[in-house]
């Protein structure tokens, strides 16, 4: 069945550290997406790509860093400049950014 | 600029009993429209789209949803609910420059 992976589920991140967090899609969609879902607020687009070795910033870029180097393949890295980083990333993708979007099951990043 | 409102942040409610979970959008021109759902601990899934045609819309587990143009509403219902649709509800829309918003949510609660 296609969808989508998001990996690891659950990730502890030191102080100072950098973490990456994957996201690997079959679906064979141009567009793929990151967002932050803190309680209560919903989700906040942090990043999106909608073709290959291009990607742009959503409403909360900052202290984070992406890579669009195949189609199927996402990855989001969470930098030390993230002063808040405890919250559960949501990976997304669609055919095209008209379409809807299809997620993966989320990964819960805490700080220790 | 865009935005979705979702009025309720927690709906109560008892089992076999209908509700109704309320989203408007403000926007001036043509837009698509959708509910997503969301368990503990896990993704997005889609529940039902409004991209054209006609205002009712069917999806799946037995809800649907009425596009409401004079009044930028599509609210979401079900006529009778189970203990197993306790989970969050999220609208979204996408506007004419093919951007993604969503609303801050509704989380309904089923009681037996």
């Known amino acids: 069945d296609g969808g989508i992976t998001q990996s690891p589920k659950y990730l502890f991140r030191k102080e100072g550290q950098n973490v990456t967090l994957s996201c690997e899609q079959n679906l064979n969609h141009d567009a793929m997406y990151w967002y932050r879902q803190d309680p209560g607020q919903g989700l906040r687009l942090i990043y999106y790509s909608q073709i290959v070795n291009d990607f742009q910033k959503g409403d909360i870029a900052e202290g984070y860093s992406v890579s669009r180097e195949k189609k199927e393949s996402f990855p989001l890295t969470v930098t030390s400049a993230q002063k808040n980083p405890t919250a559960f990333y949501l990976c997304?993708?669609?055919?095209?950014?008209?379409?809807?979007?299809?997620f993966g099951d989320g990964t819960r990043l805490s700080i220790l | 600029a865009q935005s979705v409102t979702q009025l309720d942040s927690q709906v109560p409610v008892f089992e076999e009993a209908p509700v109704e979970l309320r989203c408007n959008y403000s926007s001036s021109v043509s837009v698509y429209l959708f509910w997503y759902v969301q368990y503990p601990n896990q993704g997005l899934q889609l529940l039902l789209k409004?991209?054209?045609?006609?205002?009712l819309v069917k999806g799946i587990n037995g809800f649907e949803a009425e596009f409401n143009k004079s009044q930028t509403s599509f609210h979401l219902r079900k006529p009778s609910v189970h203990i197993s649709d306790t989970a969050e509800y999220f609208c979204a829309v996408i506007s004419n420059f093919n951007k993604f918003y969503f609303g801050s949510g509704t989380k309904l609660n089923v009681k037996p």
């Open positions: 409004y991209l054209s045609g006609s205002t």
């Open positions: 997304a993708s669609s055919k095209g950014t008209n379409q809807p979007q299809h």
